[in-house]
């Protein structure tokens, strides 16, 4: 690795979401009584139903760290303070919940978002009974490459503020739709705008022009466009599948991507099995995300490795594919992130609450567990200790929900229940 790039770290330096362009798109949001700036000021917020603070050692020793009548004193951009309401410690400020529910913003540590145009005919077919194929990836990369820069942050900072009103304070998002050097690092640098979490998805599928000679647009990829990207990217992703990159394509541009300072992801075994899910644990990658079909060589693997499985719901709701099968992996130990996988082909949902209820109906997760995957499980997803638990320490990125417990977001699908979202301190919805 790059020195001085570190893949699991505290505390980035640039403020993920923070944007000023996303505050803007914000700014009709409700705000509340005194000081709502990332000031030094301290603010409790109480009366609290059901807080899920996602740390063991507090209230009733699950995973989630479940505390009832629980209070949460905000200082400056962290939580100070976390508790039995009755204990919590004079604040500047006060912040009634009503006998709501709260818990870390949402860690979507999957997303496509810089890109143009949309596929709603291709839905449509597959609606009909098409089926989907990486081949549809060409359609928004031909958009994305005629779209100006400014349309392109247009779209970002949209899909970013609607994330933001489903509760998510934290999201990755890759490049994938330029598939030229200019057109990738011009997506990385919009990403970049917006969040520090970007990954370079140069090996989304091969360029249309290398089509004749993939072995040349990998050489592409883990040469000059790598060269272009790298600065502005912290991962490296490849689409491990039939129609995309196969496993030794895909070896050979992770481990370019690690020589030049960036972590290792994959978009592994989605549409077919294959070797993507054991390549990324063997490259102690982050994540290997999607895990539609895996072997129990491959459960294993993940089990026996430090790589997150990172389940996508939207991805096979919007394909009407098989789902992926949480129970099996929880129950192996594996630990699991769920996220959006938004984007205009395969997935085109940024919101985690819809991924929680698909999890939770379809994939054998308990609402606890979908909750956990979707904060807790989505920081691991990116080596992260700093976001997806409220305990003192940790940013004070926080989803307030109008119900009383966290259970709602499986148990009222559809239902817009988030109404108040804190980011670094900040009430921003
Ligand atoms: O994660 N699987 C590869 N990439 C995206 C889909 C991209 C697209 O269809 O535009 C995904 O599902
Ligand atoms: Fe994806």
């Known amino acids: 690795m790059t020195p001085g790039r570190s893949c699991e770290r ?13 505050k803007d798109a914000m700014s009709n949001a409700t705000t509340v009584s005194p000081a709502h700036s990332a000031s ?58 009503g006998g709501r529910a709260v818990l870390p913003g949402f860690v979507d540590s999957h997303s496509h978002l810089v890109f143009a145009g949309d ?95 993939p072995a040349a647009y990998v050489a592409l990829v883990t040469g000059e466009m790598l060269d272009a990207c790298a600065p502005h990217a912290r991962w490296i992703d490849v689409f491990c599948e039939q129609g995309a990159f196969d496993g030794d394509q895909a ?21 077919s099995y294959g070797p993507g899910v054991r390549l990324a644990v063997e490259l102690d990658a982050a ?20 790589t997150v499985a990172t389940l996508l719901p939207g991805a096979e709701f919007s394909t009407r594919a098989e789902w992926p099968d949480a129970r099996r992996l929880l129950d192996a130990g594996v630990t699991v992130a769920l996220s959006t996988d938004c984007n205009p082909g395969s997935s085109f949902t940024s919101s985690v609450p819809f991924c929680i209820a698909l999890a939770v109906r379809d994939m054998g ?14 920081a691991a997803a990116l080596r992260r200790t ?18 009383p417990s966290h259970v709602h977001l499986a148990y009222r699908p559809g239902v817009p229940l988030v109404t108040g ?3 670094r301190g900040e009430r921003v919805l």
Request: with cysteine; charged share 25%; aromatic share 4%.
């Open 10 to 22: 505290a505390a980035p330096e640039p403020d993920p979401t923070a944007d000023q362009a996303t």
């Open 40 to 97: 030094t000021a301290s603010t409790l917020i109480t009366n609290i139903a059901a807080l899920v603070t996602n740390d063991p050692s507090l209230g009733d020793g699950t995973p989630l760290g479940l505390v009832q009548d629980a209070a949460v004193v905000i200082e400056g951009d962290r939580i100070a303070w976390t508790g039995d309401q009755s204990k919590a410690p004079a604040t500047d400020n006060r912040v009634d919940a």
């Open 119 to 213: 596929r709603t005919q291709e839905f449509n077919a597959r609606m009909s009974g098409r089926p989907y194929s990486a081949g549809g990836i060409r359609t928004t990369v031909e958009a994305t490459r005629a779209a100006t820069d400014e349309e392109l942050e247009a779209n970002v900072t949209r899909y970013l503020a609607e994330a933001l009103r489903q509760g998510t304070t934290t999201f990755e998002t890759k490049s994938g739709y330029g598939l030229t050097t200019a057109d990738e690092s011009r997506a990385l640098r919009v990403a970049a705008r917006h969040t520090d979490e970007v990954t370079y998805l140069g090996a989304h599928i091969v360029a249309p022009e290398f089509a004749e000679d």
């Open 251 to 271: 070896r050979a541009i992770l481990t370019a991507g690690r020589a030049r300072g960036l972590h290792p992801r994959i978009h592994a075994n989605q549409l």
């Open 287 to 306: 994540s290997a995300d999607h895990c539609t079909h895996l072997t129990d060589e491959d459960v294993d693997a993940l089990a026996n490795g430090r």
């Open 365 to 378: 997760m308990t609402p606890d567990e979908a909750v956990w995957s979707a904060t807790a499980g989505g």
């Open 386 to 403: 700093d976001i997806g638990r409220l305990t003192p320490g940790a940013y004070a990125d926080l989803t307030l929900l109008d119900a």
């Open 421 to 423: 979202v804190w980011r």
